[in-house]
């Protein structure tokens, strides 16, 4: 894809998350994104196949975003509790830095396709915090990270709902965590 086209797309995208910020997924048109993105209709369908597939796009983009905070907030950190811990923030604070993040959210429980994003990405996460338990000698580190990504997820609604980070919330995260500042 052209230079331009990459462009485009990345209006459309922007676009979405504008929206999304201002309603839910379940609402949002393709009318109300091309029209936002100044581009035609049919440019929409050259980057994206179906609505579904620029939703699911939206939540790639989404979650690709948070997973390069998450990296960059573990690097060079070994493998235990604090680590898991400083990712775990990094993704609430990336939560609440990224525009439609409410729509995202809560969008994953209206959007059937959507919710199989949330899915796999919650097992993804769940597979590098499983490491983590592993590291810190935890049984069933798989299921504790499950768990986990579970409860990190309700915290990102929780402050997303709020408008703002909940300081209670993550200090709970923390003793969760045996992490107690």
Known sequence: MSRDGSATRERLLNAGLQLAQAGALSA?????VVNAAGVAKGTFYVHFSTREDFLVALHGRFHDRLAESIDRAVAGHPFGMQ???????????????QHGIKAM???????????QAVSAQNARFAGLAADEYKAAGWPAPQHAAGLWVGMVAEAAIAEAEAGRKLAPLRQALR???????
Not at 83 to 97: F, P, Q
Not at 105 to 115: F, K, S
């Open 175 to 181: 003793r969760f965590l045996a992490l107690i500042d």
């Open 83 to 97: 680590r898991l811990l400083r990712g775990s923030l990094a993704y609430l604070d990336g939560c609440a830095e």
């Open 105 to 115: 959210l809560l969008g994953a429980r209206a959007e059937p396709i959507i919710q």
């Open 28 to 32: 949002l048109r393709v009318d109300e």
